[in-house]
Each structure stands twice: as structure tokens, then as C-alpha cells.
């Protein structure tokens, strides 16, 4: 019993020094690939080490130098997840801050661009040219609309990780100093637009029950294409139940479509 | 024979799919779409659907019309904001005239990117990797463990050789040559 146990616990440390020889080797050979420049080099043999916080760390620095911030992001995340010790863990969440924070200008910048883009859109042509304009002009907004969002959150994200920072090592002045400017620039972001469009929930609410019912039935035509039937049922259930005036302007939108599939 | 059927019905679902993506719509069937979009409360994505039918039927007078409505009523309504937008912004907030608040906004603008830019000058930010560089011909702990046992050895042999040299040398007695 006594020699199985030796035996198993050799074993051990024989796997231990294996992964421990693999990690040093991949770090000896990303290193010195890093020092020439060659950064794919330096990162194929971080990555293709055991798992480790130190070839995690660094092939989080090779992707952040080569602009790959979504899985330099990872490898820093993993990093700070799997370092035995608070300094090499603050180190990671330090780096991670920077990804966070780069992200955010990039995608402000961005923002700002397809805002400009879209606001110098002037319809110009004919018909066909001005709604595919108006589409265009839409797209780069949307775009602004969810960069912006991805500026926020990026920004948080970054607060969040020099937050981490200082937990760890409270001495770190350049983490205080990062978080200061990060937690300026979200207080300096504009406030998202409340959503003045889209579908009122409540719309309906002040019909009355018949009126309701037209509304549905009406509703239903209009799922079927069939536009003037749908016209016709409205405007005969305004003379019904006069709370369906308050949908004029469902009607409005019913008379303007079919005069539009009149035939010219 | 068995093989055969199968691949002739994989075929024919094969060109059933083609067929399928490949459908050109007909303008009838854009205009329909963008209707019920537009009676949905959707205009933008009615506007989507007349962009992709106009791409494909450049003259159709109903796809046309339409979008000539809609988009009328677009710019009704965007006037209609800017107007109200126009109208909060011509508010007096703090009894200061219009011309005066512009002057002070530029002012106060500036001075914001005159901080702004200080600021950006006085960032600490770190250059990507900056703390954590790879560490080049950073030593292994078993490595290290090896070369102090090495050494460890090396200071017991040199001590044991001190201790030899410094152990007292055997008296020979001198007989005096009176």
C-alpha cells in the first residue's frame, strides 16, 4: 500500500514538472519570438502551451498589440481567473481595463462617423434613390444607436476591471489614475434617447369593447392584404361605436394605401 | 435502383430550395408587404421592403406612390421634431439672452477642450502589455530549486574543505638542537 502510494504521488510530480517543462518551453519560445517581432510566432506558442496565467497573459498581450481585442479579452479574462497570486491576477485585470478601454473609443469614434455619415444625407433624385437613401441614412443610425450602447458598456466593463485592480493591489496608482479618466469619460456620455417611436401598448386601451372587436377583425384583414376590406370595416364601425375615431389614424393609413393600389 | 430514387428525389428537393431562394417577388407582393409594415406601425421597415422592390421593379407605379407617401410623411414628421426641438432650445433657462448663451456655451466649450486636451496630455494609460511584457529568461522554480541544490552542494564542499584546512595540523614535536 505504502509503495502504491509512493508510486502515485511521483507520478505527480512527474506530471507536475511535465506541464510545469511545457509551460516554460512555450514561454522561453513565445518570448523570444516576441522580442524578434514575430508576434504570430510568440502567440502560436502561448497558445499552444498547457494552461497557464503566465502564456494566457502573454498571448493576451500579442492579441491586444494585433488589434484582436475580443480574444485578447479572453485571455486575460482566463488569465486573472487561473493566476496564483493577487499580483499577477491585478496584472491581468490591469490589461483587461486597457482592452475595455480601447474598445470604447473605437466604437465612439466609430459611433461618431456613422452619425456624421448619416446626418450629411441629403435626399437628392428621384423617388427610388430618395428611399434608398432614407434606408441608408436609417442603417447608419441604427449603427450609431448600437455602438453608442457598445461604448457604454465597454466603458463599464473597463471600470469594473481597474475596480478589480485596486481590490487587489490598492497601491497601484496608474490603475487609479486609468479608473479616474474612465469614470470621467461615463459621466461625460450623453444619455440615451427615451424611445419615442415604436408601438403604444396603451393605444387601444380607451376603445370601447365593440370598437375592439373591429379593431381585431380589421387587424386580421390587414394581415391578409386585404386593405380596403379593412378600410370598409373601420369606417362602418366608426358609425357603431364612435370610440373607434380615436383610431383615425389607422384609417388614414388604410385610405392612403389604397389609393396607392389604385391602378394607374 | 435504390440509390437511384434517392438521388433523383435529393435532386428534385435540391431544385425545390434552388427555386425557392431564386423566387423573384412580384411588385404586388412588395406593396402588400410594405402596406402591412406601414399599418403595423413599422414605417422604416416598410421603407426596407419598397427599397428591395423598387431594386427590382424600378417602375412600378404602385411601389412608386407609395413610397412617395411615405416618405412625405417622414419629412412631415422630422419637421415636425426639429420644430420642437427648435422650440426647447429657443426656452430661456436662466434669463441670460440667446446671443449670450451661445457666447458662454462657445466659451465654456472651449475651456472643456482646452481641459479636455490637458487632460488627454496628462493620461497615464499604459501602453498596451506595458505591465506584464513577456518576461524573457525568466527562471524555472525547478530550475531555480536545481541550482540552489547545486550550490547548496557546492557550500557544504567548500565548508567540509575549510573545515579540513581549518582543523588543527598535527603537532610534530621539535626536538631542540641545543
Redesign the interface.
Known amino acids: 500500500m505504502n509503495r502504491i502510494a509512493y508510486i502515485a504521488v511521483v507520478m505527480l510530480a512527474a506530471c507536475g514538472?511535465a506541464h510545469?517543462?511545457s509551460v516554460?518551453e512555450a514561454?522561453r519560445i513565445?518570448?523570444?519570438f516576441?522580442?524578434a517581432g514575430e508576434l504570430q510566432k510568440?502567440l502560436d506558442a502561448y497558445t499552444g502551451s498547457p494552461e497557464d496565467h503566465r502564456t494566457s497573459?502573454?498571448a493576451g498581450?500579442?492579441l491586444?498589440?494585433t488589434g484582436q481585442w475580443t480574444e485578447a479579452v479572453e485571455r486575460y479574462t482566463l488569465a486573472s481567473n487561473v493566476a496564483d497570486s493577487a499580483t499577477d491576477r491585478a496584472?491581468?485585470l490591469?490589461?483587461l481595463g486597457?482592452?475595455w478601454?480601447?474598445r470604447a473609443m473605437l466604437a465612439d469614434s466609430t459611433a461618431r462617423q456613422a452619425g456624421e455619415q448619416a446626418r450629411s444625407i441629403t435626399?437628392d433624385g428621384d423617388?427610388?434613390e430618395?428611399?434608398?437613401l432614407?434606408?441608408l441614412r436609417?442603417s447608419l443610425l441604427t449603427l450609431e444607436r448600437e455602438l453608442s450602447q457598445l461604448t457604454d458598456s465597454a466603458l463599464l466593463q473597463s471600470e469594473d476591471a481597474y475596480r478589480n485592480v485596486l481590490r487587489l493591489t490598492p497601491t497601484e496608482e496608474?490603475a487609479r489614475?486609468?479608473l479616474a479618466?474612465v469614470m470621467?469619460r461615463i459621466a461625460a456620455r450623453p444619455k440615451p434617447a427615451t424611445n419615442a417611436g415604436?408601438?403604444d401598448p396603451n393605444k387601444d386601451r380607451d376603445l370601447g369593447e365593440k370598437a375592439k372587436l373591429i379593431m381585431a377583425r380589421a387587424d386580421e384583414l390587414?394581415?391578409k392584404?386585404l386593405?380596403q376590406e379593412a378600410l370598409d370595416v373601420m369606417r362602418q364601425g366608426v358609425q357603431q361605436d364612435p370610440t373607434l375615431q380615436q383610431r383615425k389614424d389607422?384609417m388614414d393609413?388604410?385610405d392612403?394605401?389604397t389609393?396607392?393600389?389604385r391602378?394607374? | 435502383m435504390r440509390t437511384l430514387t434517392l438521388l433523383l428525389v435529393m435532386f428534385g428537393a435540391m431544385t425545390m430550395v434552388a427555386q425557392d431562394t431564386t423566387a423573384v417577388k412580384s411588385p404586388m407582393d412588395y406593396?402588400?408587404l410594405a402596406?402591412?409594415q406601414?399599418?403595423?406601425?413599422d414605417k422604416?421597415s416598410a421603407?426596407?421592403t419598397?427599397?428591395q422592390g423598387?431594386?427590382q421593379h424600378?417602375q412600378d407605379?404602385?411601389l412608386?406612390?407609395?413610397?412617395?407617401?411615405l416618405?412625405k410623411e417622414?419629412q412631415q414628421q422630422q419637421q415636425q421634431q426639429q420644430q420642437q426641438q427648435q422650440q426647447e432650445q429657443d426656452k430661456p433657462e436662466d434669463g441670460r439672452s440667446k446671443e449670450e448663451q451661445s457666447k458662454g456655451g462657445q466659451e465654456q466649450q472651449k475651456q472643456e477642450q482646452q481641459a479636455e486636451q490637458q487632460?488627454s496630455e496628462q493620461?497615464?494609460?499604459?501602453k498596451?502589455?506595458d505591465?506584464?511584457?513577456?518576461?524573457?529568461g525568466?527562471i524555472?522554480?525547478?530550475?531555480a530549486k536545481r541550482i540552489l541544490d547545486a550550490l547548496d552542494r557546492q557550500e557544504q564542499q567548500v565548508q567540509s574543505r575549510m573545515r579540513q584546512r581549518q582543523q588543527p595540523a598535527p603537532k610534530v614535536p621539535v626536538d631542540k638542537d641545543w
Open positions: 514538472d510545469e517543462r516554460d514561454l513565445g518570448n523570444a516576441y522580442q510568440a497573459f502573454n498581450v500579442v491586444q498589440e496584472k491581468a490591469y490589461n486597457h482592452v478601454s480601447d435626399l423617388i427610388n430618395q428611399v434608398r432614407v434606408v436609417d496608474d489614475h486609468n479618466l470621467e415604436g408601438k390587414v394581415e392584404y386593405f389607422y393609413k388604410l392612403m394605401i389609393k396607392a393600389s391602378p394607374s | 406593396f402588400n402596406a402591412k406601414y399599418v403595423k406601425e422604416m421603407l426596407r419598397l427599397d423598387l431594386q424600378p407605379a404602385r412608386r406612390r407609395l413610397a412617395t407617401e416618405l417622414q487632460k493620461s497615464k494609460e499604459r498596451p502589455g505591465p506584464g511584457q513577456p518576461r524573457p525568466e524555472a522554480p525547478q530550475d
